[in-house]
């Protein structure tokens, strides 16, 4: 059985995402922060990781986008899933005046939550947080969670379908220790940094272009090291063990000063 980790607590999204993507029975660990769930799996502990990168609505997960930059491990899936949140609670709609939930599911409320005048209150995450309101057992205050969150901790869904916008998907990478073989449709992540002159970008950019490879998504972060100079996270279609593709890769590497292939796996749509 495939034993994956997770952040949060029983009934997150993350966990729900994983048994997904993986479409068989298997052992999920749920663990406090995104940084000990690569941990475990670097430790043997689990085979897998499940992080979330970006959401729909909200944008990228900038945590996770800088523990990929440090982290040994590779990516070697991907899952879109749809984002369904509640508002869960012992209370009335009426009686809540304030609300827990993780901060990317707050913000995905955010039309809701000022509609009805409550307080936010962040949490570590939305299953958690609906161990948190129960054992706070108070009317006025309920959270933001999935349905399974509710069901696991036996706690009453007030209202349903509350994101601003029904649209909501959270990206997943799925990481290990092991790499993925070239199938034909695959995507490639990697990150980079560029030296600070003029047209360094562009060169690069050019590179994608003249090989003909499609970028898919382009995003910059700070390094943390150097003040206002950033890495670049580029997914673009195709696999890194294609002579093509590595062929690319190594004109655009003569171009940054640091360049790490996060992974290639297959690629999937949104459904």
């Known amino acids: 059985m495939k034993h994956i980790s ?10 729900a995402a994983a048994r997904v993507f993986f479409n068989t029975e ?26 979330p990168v970006e959401n729909s609505l909200e944008g990228s997960v900038g945590e996770s986008y800088d523990l990929l930059y440090s982290t040994s491990l590779n990516a070697i899936g991907e899952i879109y899933h749809k984002i369904e ?20 599911a707050l913000g995905q409320c955010r039309d809701f939550i000022e509609k009805h005048g409550m307080k936010t209150v962040p949490t570590y995450d939305t299953a958690g947080s609906v161990k948190i309101i129960k054992e706070l057992n108070k009317k006025n205050i ?28 959270t990206r997943f990478l799925i990481l290990s220790k092991n790499t993925k073989e070239e199938t034909g449709k695959d995507k490639t992540s990697v990150i980079f940094s560029i030296k600070h002159e003029p047209g360094s970008l562009h060169r690069i950019i050019e590179k994608f272009h003249n090989y003909n490879v499609n970028l898919t998504k382009i995003e910059s972060r700070p390094t943390k090291t150097n003040t206002w100079e ?36 297959p690629s999937v749509k949104l459904n």
């Open 6 to 15: 997770f952040q949060g607590e029983r009934g997150a999204y993350s966990e």
């Open 26 to 51: 298997i052992q999920t660990i749920p663990l406090p922060t995104f940084a000990e769930i690569l941990e475990n799996t670097i430790l043997d502990k689990t085979e897998y990781s499940i992080l």
């Open 85 to 104: 949140h509640c508002l869960i609670g012992n209370g009335t709609l009426k009686e809540i005046d304030t609300v827990y939930s993780h901060p990317q």
């Open 142 to 169: 309920a959270c933001i969670a999935s349905k399974d969150a509710s069901k696991i901790y036996s706690m009453p869904v007030i209202s349903e379908h509350i994101a601003n916008n029904s649209n909501n998907y």
């Open 230 to 265: 950033y890495n670049f996270y580029v997914d673009f279609e195709g696999h890194a063990k294609n002579s093509r593709i590595v062929e690319m890769l190594e004109k655009i590497k003569s171009e940054t000063l640091f360049m790490k292939i996060l992974g290639s796996y």
